[in-house]
Structure formats: structure tokens, C-alpha cells
T-cell receptor, first 114, second 114 residues
């Protein structure tokens, strides 16, 4: 079972460049999430989606955009990369948004902005 | 303010020894509490969760956690650690109603001494 798949695993960007982090899940989950994890910190929610066509901001949305055109895919876009966006990005999905339903995490994308 | 504190950044224990990872939280409502494990290069995996009922919760991989309301703590324990337990451990707290509002602690890195 693939679960949650993130691509790429690693990427180096120059300041001002743009890129899209891909996330796809094959569990038919309605809810999908994007987190960032900075060194020595817990995960911070960037954006989440409750279903195709519906997205909402999390705790740290500035500098990012998302879209959800299908149930399976939830890409995260950085338009103008900044050094502060150097982080590890995790995508997750769950069947519902209730806390008793576990979130399934991808393996992460390690992004460096130089 | 809602928060999760993991006071130990890094812990080293000998293989076969017992383990306790500390977690304290501040939360206004009835908390839903979680422990996640993150192995190197991978996403987070749920170890256990607690919402109500018996305050001693059993999880996967031989882990357990005890909820102590009077101390606002949810410490993770394992009687005998294995080398494969070396990983980063995250405590988290949130409402039952919305996983998108889960707050993660900054993590405790566990190293195992042969």
C-alpha cells in the first residue's frame, strides 16, 4: 500500500524561485494537511483541505498556496522562495477531521532555500 | 495559551533499560493527547492516543502512556527499549473535534546505547 506519497524527497532552491511540492494519497481520504517542521520544533500546520475544492489556512500559511482539484492530490506551492521557508514539509491525510482518526503521514520533503 | 512542552531535547538510554519521556500540556478544554514517533527520514507514526477512560493507555511497539490530569502530564513509557526505538518522539494535544487544531511539542530525540 502506497499511503501518502510526497515528491520530491529533497530540493534546493534559490531565493525567489518557485516550486510545487507534490502530495498524493490512495486511501480515499477526504482530509489532507500540509505541515512544516523546523529544527527543534514541532510540526506547524500550513494549510489543510476537507475535500476536493475546499481548502483553509492553518497556523503558518504566509508564503504558500494550495489547491485541491481531486481527492487524491494536494500540492503545496511556494511562489517566491525565501530562506525562512527552509524546512522539512510533511503531507498527511485522514478519513475524517476527528482526532480519534489517525493521520497518515508521508515521508517528507526536505527543502533548502539558498 | 495552549501549548505542549517536552522538556527533554535528547535522551540516551541503554538497550534493555526502561524509558520515560515527559510531556506537559496547557489546554483549556478536555484534551485529546497523542504520542507520535518519527524514524529517520520518515513521517510521523501514531503510537497511542488518549481522550477519556482508563488513564493508562497502551500503544503499538510496547509503549504506554499515563494521563495525569492533576499534573497536566502525559508521559510515555517503555519497560525495555530496543535499538530500533531510536527515533524522535512527539507529544501532541488537540480537541476531539478537529485534527487540524492539534498542537505538537518540539520533540525528544531518543538514542540507544548498545
Amino acid at each position: 500500500n502506497a499511503g501518502v506519497t510526497q515528491t520530491p524527497k529533497f530540493r534546493i532552491l534559490k531565493i525567489g524561485q518557485s516550486m510545487t511540492l507534490q502530495c498524493t494519497q490512495d486511501m480515499n481520504h477526504n482530509y489532507m494537511y500540509w505541515y512544516r517542521q523546523d529544527p527543534g520544533m514541532g510540526l506547524k500546520l500550513i494549510y489543510y483541505s476537507v475535500g476536493a475544492g475546499i481548502t483553509d489556512k492553518g497556523e503558518v500559511p504566509n508564503g504558500y498556496n494550495v489547491s485541491r482539484s481531486t481527492t487524491e492530490d494536494f500540492p503545496l506551492r511556494l511562489e517566491l522562495a525565501a530562506p525562512s521557508q527552509t524546512s522539512v514539509y510533511f503531507c498527511a491525510s485522514s478519513y475524517t477531521d476527528r482526532s480519534n482518526q489517525p493521520q497518515h503521514f508521508g515521508d517528507g520533503t526536505r527543502l533548502s532555500i539558498l | 495559551a495552549q501549548s505542549v512542552t517536552q522538556p527533554d531535547i535528547h535522551i540516551t538510554v541503554s538497550e534493555g533499560a526502561s524509558l520515560e519521556l515527559r510531556c506537559n500540556y496547557s489546554y483549556g478544554a478536555t484534551p485529546y493527547l497523542f504520542w507520535y514517533v518519527q524514524s529517520p527520514g520518515q513521517g510521523l507514526q501514531l503510537l497511542l492516543k488518549y481522550f477519556s477512560g482508563d488513564t493508562l493507555v497502551q500503544g503499538i511497539k510496547g509503549f504506554e502512556a499515563e494521563f495525569k490530569r492533576s499534573q497536566s502530564s502525559f508521559n510515555l513509557r517503555k519497560p525495555s527499549v530496543h535499538w530500533s526505538d531510536a527515533a524522535e518522539y512527539f507529544c501532541a494535544v488537540g480537541p476531539y473535534s478537529s485534527a487540524s487544531k492539534i498542537i505538537f511539542g518540539s520533540g525528544t530525540r531518543l538514542s540507544i546505547r548498545p
